[in-house]
Structures are given as C-alpha cells and as structure tokens.
C-alpha cells in the first residue's frame, strides 16, 4: 500500500492564481482531511470529510474548497491565492474517523505565494 | 473550545538525557489524546495515544506518557534520549462528538550527540 499521498511536494503561485493540492489513499478509509501547518501554530484543520459525498469545514477554512467524489480521493482548490496561504499542507485519513483513530499523514505539499 | 497547549516550542538535550515534554488539554468528558512526531523529512506519525485504561501508556521508540486528569495533562517521557529522536513532537487530542483532532503547536527537539 502506497498509504496516502500527496501531489505536488513543492509549489509556488503568484498571488490571484488558483491551484488544485491533490490527497490519494489506498486503505480504503472513510475519513479524510486537510491541515495547513504554520510555525509556532501546529497543524490546523482546513476541511474534512466522512465519506464520499460529505464534507465539512474546520478551524481555518476560508479562502480553501473541497470535494470527495471518491472515497480514494480529497482534493484541496485555492480559488484565488493569498500570501497568507504559505504554508505546509497535510493530508490525513483514517478509517472512520472515529475519535479513537490513529490519523495517517501524507508527505505534504509545501505552498508558497508570491 | 477545545485547545491542546504545549509550552516547550523547543527543547535541546544531550544524548542519555532524560526526556518530559509537556501537554495540556483544555476539555470537558471524555478525551482521547494523542502524541505524533514529524522526523526530518518525514511523515508525522503516531508515537502512542491514550483513550481509556491504564493512565501510563507507552509508545514506540521507548516513549511513554501519562494522563493526569486533575491536572489536565498528558505529558511525554523518554529515560533516555538518543541522537535519532530529533523531531517535532505534537499533542493532539479529540473529545466528545467533534471529528476533529486539536493539535496542540509542537516541540521541536534538538538532541545532541
């Protein structure tokens, strides 16, 4: 199993522009979710989902969209980018979501806005 | 709201030295909490958590933690550090019926060969 994965590792956008961060698992599990990370801050949930079809909002969702029209599937959209979207992002997934799970975290994507 | 606080943002030993960082939680009921730790370059990944039980869990790597509900903590313990457990640590935890991991703003841990 590849686990979860993450595309791109490293992207830089000019402030306006719009990109897509990709999250892919293979442990065929229901929960998914984006945390941004920022020095002295953590991580911070973006938005999270369920299961196919369902999402929901986070701590810190503004300025981010989601969609899971898969289960293997949970892309991050930046409409329109800002500097303060600089940061390191996570993908994570676990079977339930259940409040008991162990989280499994994809490599990251580091973002840098211009 | 729910908040996990970590008052070390960064913590450097020696090799053999011995290891406690601290975590603290700020919920009400039942909590589930939780150690992760990010090696250089790495995934995080979970070093052990704690839902029910025995308040002294013990983790991979020879880390443990324990719960102390009336101090609200759940601080991490290793006897003796080695060069390889640089890493950032972070506590997390989830209470009630939020599907959602509060992660608390890490330790960096420098150790020292």
């Known amino acids: 199993n590849a686990g979860v994965t993450q595309t791109p590792k490293f992207q830089v956008l000019k402030t306006g522009q719009s990109m897509t961060l990709q999250c892919a698992q293979d442990?065929?599990?229901?929960?998914m979710s984006w945390y941004r990370q920022d020095p002295g801050m953590g991580l911070r949930l973006i938005h999270y989902?369920?299961?196919?079809?369902?999402?929901d909002q986070g701590e810190v969702p503004n300025g981010y969209n989601v969609s899971r029209s898969t289960t293997e599937d949970f892309p991050l959209r930046l409409l329109s980018a800002a500097p303060s979207q600089t940061s390191v992002y996570f993908c994570a997934s676990s079977p339930w979501g259940g409040l008991q799970e162990t989280q499994y975290f994809g490599p990251g994507t580091r973002l840098l806005v211009l | 709201a729910q908040s996990v606080s970590q008052h070390n943002h960064h913590v450097i030993l020696s090799e053999a030295a011995s290891l406690e960082l601290g975590c603290n939680y700020s919920y009400g009921g039942t909590v589930n909490l939780f150690w992760y730790v990010q090696y250089p370059g790495q995934h995080l990944q979970l070093l052990l958590k704690y839902f029910s039980g025995d308040p002294l869990v013990k983790g991979i790597k020879g880390f443990e933690a324990e719960f102390i509900k009336s101090k609200f903590s759940f601080n991490l313990r290793k006897p003796s550090v080695q060069w390889s457990d640089t890493a950032e640590y972070f506590c997390?935890?989830?209470?009630?019926?939020?599907?959602?991991?509060?992660f608390g703003s890490g330790t960096q841990l420098t150790v020292l060969p």
């Open positions: 442990m065929n599990h229901e929960y």
């Open positions: 989902s369920v299961g196919a079809g369902i999402t």
């Open positions: 997390a935890g989830t209470s009630g019926s939020a599907r959602q991991l509060t």
